[in-house]
């Protein structure tokens, strides 16, 4: 489902980015994962991505920030696969990020509900 | 590396997208280019794993274009300044970046010629104008798409700048040495003199010399910046490699070692000359009629010293006026010993026309000068001999007197103080300088110019001077290079002969050319002064005899028995006097000797 036309694109853009990253923590903090199963996961979420090229340099972006950490484990079906888990640092994060989140919604939701 | 195997055009896709990537990337040292391409193929490996191999190019497609553009493995947050210009550059074909650039030089052009400048936006426009040029072409780049027929939209923009920028960039210091030296003849001279090379070689060559250290670092600069080079000038230098570099620096070398050459080689040989006692071939003395006239065929000007009052020299002039060979030739004759005050005066004069004595007398009396030497029947009687000439001349070929003496008011000085006060605003060489100009070079016509020694003078012999020239007319004319002088010295007190004995066997007057001879190399100035060499000062030298055979003119009778004259010349000298104590006469005392006949 795409938005653009019926909604500002830069106002999606920018919604898109921060939530893109709360996803990609949440999916993380779930537990370690290969970086290819992040993609696959993140393609249910259709609003949210415009190409799946685009969650590599945000995952590598926090990794530079030490969210994140990497390994790579040799894999018996192809090249070695990149696993992400989250840093202490990243952990700490994504619990803000869920609170602030949680609220937010909440918030926006009684604000609307109360102007309907 | 992938596990799975692609047909041949699906690798050929994914060659094509990786390097499209690493060119997104370029730049970017904050990204891992290497790593960034593990997770694209790791996703790629992954997305197909299952799929009968080889994978056909089609499948692989649809992974690429899940993936999306290139561009966008780039984090959003670097590439934030790309996007207005990637705005007008979206999409394969769109001109309109490459159209804002060369609108931006246009506009500048416009505004740099035009009447308006809108001063600073010219500065604001260039810049935009290349960067934007330099912009689209990477986005071109990361499109893989050719430039065609923007070259033309932007190729001028990356000139306007390039070019310049590789002329300083090759030419670097040179051009500040180059033009430091081209502005400013004193450094030339003392680079002459530091190297005992003749300016017009000691300056070029120090220029190669700069340039070809400028080119060895440079080459050494771009061997170790081959990637920022070709970066810097993109899409020119795409060419260069690390041979044209190692070029560069042996060319520098070479360079060098010609400066080097050029610069060390006189000083050597004149070192080696010296120290093996080569001798220089003697002085030859020839006609000096005819040598001035050879002279006149190169030189607009020449200029004999007056030994002021020497009868000899005085001889030698005369017959100079009065040889027919030199009608026509020379025009004018420009002296030092009348007033410019006067100069309708002395053109009536001349032109043979009947001038009242009282007025005519003036020319020379009322020079800036106090001392009687212009007063000496010998320069009236240079006046009267260049009338007769022209007499008997032609009008084309007669000369005209140009007097050189700044004008001066004497019916408003009264005392020395008034007097030091007037010379103090003179300088009596820049005045005559004016006055060749004027006279003689403006209008194309040649001059003998007839001035004491000591005003003909080319070098400075004042121990450690900053300034190599003299300040004499000739230095004035010659160091800015107004004009070039053929200068004479008829030597009234050097013994010649001490330096070559067979000069006392010379005809005289005779003229000899210094320039590599053993006279010129004679020691000019005295020992407490500063090393000039004959040939430094004067062109050539004329034999008149030696200093015990030449003979002072007197002031003459006529003069001494004028009460008006002698009281007018009496109150004149008195303005200046010797120091207390000093070894010389004072100057009225001249007068009265002269007037004896002492």
Not at chain 2, 25 to 30: I, M, N, Q, V, Y
Not at chain 2, 210 to 230: E, H, K, M, N, P
Request: aromatic residues 8%; glycine residues 6%.
């Amino acid at each position: 489902m795409h938005y653009s036309g019926a909604v500002d694109e830069n106002w999606t853009t920018q919604l898109r980015k921060g939530v893109l990253e709360l996803c990609l923590l949440n999916i993380i903090g779930a537990g370690r994962i290969y970086g290819y199963d992040i993609v696959r996961q993140l393609r249910v979420v259709d609003a949210l991505v415009v190409s799946e090229g685009t969650i590599y340099p945000i995952l590598s972006r926090l990794k530079r920030d030490g969210l994140v950490r990497t390994t790579l484990e040799e894999s018996p079906s192809g090249p070695a696969r990149k696993y992400y888990e989250l840093t202490r640092r990243g952990e700490q994060l994504l619990s803000d990020m869920n609170r602030y989140w949680e609220t937010l919604t909440r918030e926006i939701s009684d604000l609307r509900k109360a102007n309907t | 590396m992938m596990m799975v195997a692609l047909s041949p055009d699906a690798k050929e896709h994914l060659d094509q997208y990786l390097k499209q990537i690493r060119m997104a990337l370029a730049g970017r040292e904050s990204i891992d280019a290497d790593e960034v391409e593990r997770d694209v193929l790791s996703h790629i490996d992954a997305e197909l794993s299952g799929t009968s191999e080889p994978v056909p190019a089609h499948r692989l497609l649809a992974v690429l274009d899940r993936l999306g553009e290139p561009n966008e493995w780039v984090p959003a947050e670097e590439a934030a300044w790309r996007r207005p210009f990637a705005a007008l550059s979206a999409r394969p074909g769109d001109w309109r970046l490459a159209a804002v650039s060369l609108a931006s030089l246009v506009l500048t052009v416009i505004l740099m010629t035009g009447r308006v400048m809108l001063w600073p936006l010219p500065l604001v426009l260039l810049p935009l104008a290349f960067v934007t040029a330099r912009i689209n072409i990477a986005l071109l780049d990361d499109r893989r798409e050719p430039i065609g027929l923007r070259t033309w939209l932007l190729y001028p923009v990356l000139l306007a700048i390039y070019v310049p920028l590789f002329f300083a960039l090759i030419g670097g210091p040179t051009w500040l040495v180059g033009n430091f030296l081209s502005d400013d003849p004193s450094a030339r001279s003392r680079i002459a003199a530091m190297t005992h090379a003749s300016p017009s070689i000691a300056a070029p060559a120090l220029v190669v010399f700069v340039l070809g250290c400028w080119w060895i670092l440079l080459g050494l600069v771009v061997i170790q910046t081959i990637a920022s080079v070709r970066a810097l000038f993109r899409p020119f230098a795409g060419f260069i490699d690390r041979r044209h570099a190692v070029r560069l620096t042996l060319a520098g070398l070479v360079l060098a070692l010609i400066g080097i050459a050029a610069l060390t080689l006189p000083r050597f040989l004149v070192a080696t000359v010296s120290a093996q006692g080569i001798a220089r071939p003697d002085a030859k003395p020839v006609d000096p009629v005819g040598a001035i006239l050879d002279a006149f065929r190169t030189h607009p000007l020449v200029a004999v010293a007056d030994a002021h009052g020497n009868e000899q020299v005085h001889a030698f002039r005369l017959a100079l006026i009065r040889d027919p060979r030199l009608a026509g030739i020379v025009n004018d004759v420009v002296v030092e010993f009348g007033t410019a005050r006067y100069q309708d005066v002395i053109d009536q004069f001349i032109r043979g026309e009947d001038v009242p004595y009282s007025s005519l007398r003036r020319v020379w009396e009322d020079t800036t000068q106090i001392e009687f030497d212009w007063d000496l029947p010998i320069y009236e009687e240079l006046l009267r001999a260049i009338r007769s000439v022209n007499a008997a001349r032609p009008p084309a070929q007669r000369l005209r007197v140009v007097l050189g003496d700044p004008p001066m008011d004497w019916e408003n000085i009264h005392s020395s103080t008034e007097y030091l006060a007037h010379m103090s605003t003179l300088d009596r060489d820049e005045y005559a300088v004016e006055v060749i100009r004027r006279e003689v070079l403006a209008k194309n016509r040649r001059a003998l110019v007839i001035y004491g020694g000591q005003h003909l003078l080319r070098k400075n012999a004042v121990p450690n001077a900053n300034d190599e020239w003299a300040r004499g007319l000739v230095a004035q004319l010659e160091r800015p290079g107004i004009a070039s002088l053929f200068t004479i010295d008829p030597e009234t007190r050097i013994p010649l002969s001490a330096s070559q004995a067979d000069i006392t066997q010379w005809r005289k007057p005779s003229l000899a050319l210094l320039t590599g001879t053993r006279l010129g190399q004679m020691r000019f100035t005295a020992p407490a002064q500063r090393l000039v060499r004959f040939e430094d000062q004067f062109d050539a030298v004329v034999y008149l005899g030696e200093p015990d055979e030449m003979t002072t003119a007197n002031i003459g009778r006529t003069r001494c028995d004028d009460a008006e004259y002698m009281q007018m010349r009496t109150a004149r000298l008195s303005l200046l006097k010797p120091p207390a104590g000093a070894p010389v006469a004072a100057l009225g005392d001249l007068l009265r000797r002269s007037c004896e006949g002492r």
